[in-house]
């Protein structure tokens, strides 16, 4: 498959935590970046190399992956974290970057 | 500091042809692999092309492969990307964005604010 799967919407209590996925095929072979976009603006790099945070993103955002899934974990959301999640990642001829169709987080 | 600016955007008959630049600054351009990503009106985000760093190796989209060129220019540090025969379809707002690499990884550390491409007669 040469697709990045993402649940269209989640939604969280602020200060709680909450865990978006990403599944695909090309997530065996290779990991996924995790970017913010709020209404508007650019999107945010905040996930890269599974795990590790690009400076000035907060440590309550962390990434994880197992098999063909990508987790991106907010934990303790805050109202500013309220936004659409993208995962993407390379596909498995590495030629070519899939991003996944977008997760809408509200922090409620 | 890292700066993109796109520029280039604007509406465009069917059919017809459009070159977007991305203007780059606060870095040093020929070690980054760069990157086009489009946004549809209130869709996802589309990758459509990547170069590397040296501009050597390109690498299009199979949705828009044959229509579109991306380019570098690392005197001018400046990106490119020509859009021929457009289509209805093409209508988003185009980012250019940089790799964290020399060749496209898909770690886009920075993003322009982008540039909108309307397409419609």
């Known amino acids: 498959s040469s697709e990045l799967t993402q649940d269209p919407a989640v939604s969280v209590a602020l200060g709680q935590t909450v865990r978006i996925t990403c599944q695909g095929d090309?997530?065996?072979?290779?990991?996924a970046s995790w970017y913010q976009q709020k209404p508007g603006q650019a999107p945010v790099l905040v996930i890269y190399a599974k795990d590790n945070r690009p400076s000035g993103i907060p440590d309550r955002f962390s990434g994880s992956s197992s098999g063909n899934t990508a987790s991106l974990t907010i934990s303790g959301a805050q109202a500013e974290d309220e936004a659409d999640y993208y995962c993407?990642?390379?596909?498995?001829?590495?030629?070519?970057?899939?991003f996944g169709g977008g997760t809408k987080v509200t922090v409620l | 500091e890292v700066q993109l600016l796109e520029s280039g955007g604007g509406l465009v008959r069917p059919g017809g042809s459009l070159r977007l630049s991305c203007s780059a600054s606060g870095f040093r351009f020929t070690s980054y692999a760069m990157t086009w990503v489009r946004q549809a009106p209130g869709k996802g985000l589309e990758w459509v092309a990547g170069l590397s760093g040296s501009g050597a190796s390109t690498y299009y989209a199979d949705s828009v492969k044959g229509r579109l060129t991306i380019s570098r220019d690392n005197s001018q540090n400046t990106l490119y990307l020509h859009i021929n025969s457009l289509r209805v379809e093409d209508t988003a707002l185009y980012y250019c964005?940089?790799?964290?690499?020399?060749?496209?990884?898909?770690?886009?550390?920075?993003w322009g604010q982008g540039a909108l491409v309307t397409v419609s007669s």
């Open positions: 993407n990642s390379r596909d498995n001829s590495g030629n070519h970057l899939l």
């Open positions: 090309s997530l065996r072979n290779y990991y």
């Open positions: 964005a940089r790799d964290r690499r020399g060749i496209p990884t898909g770690e886009l550390d920075f």
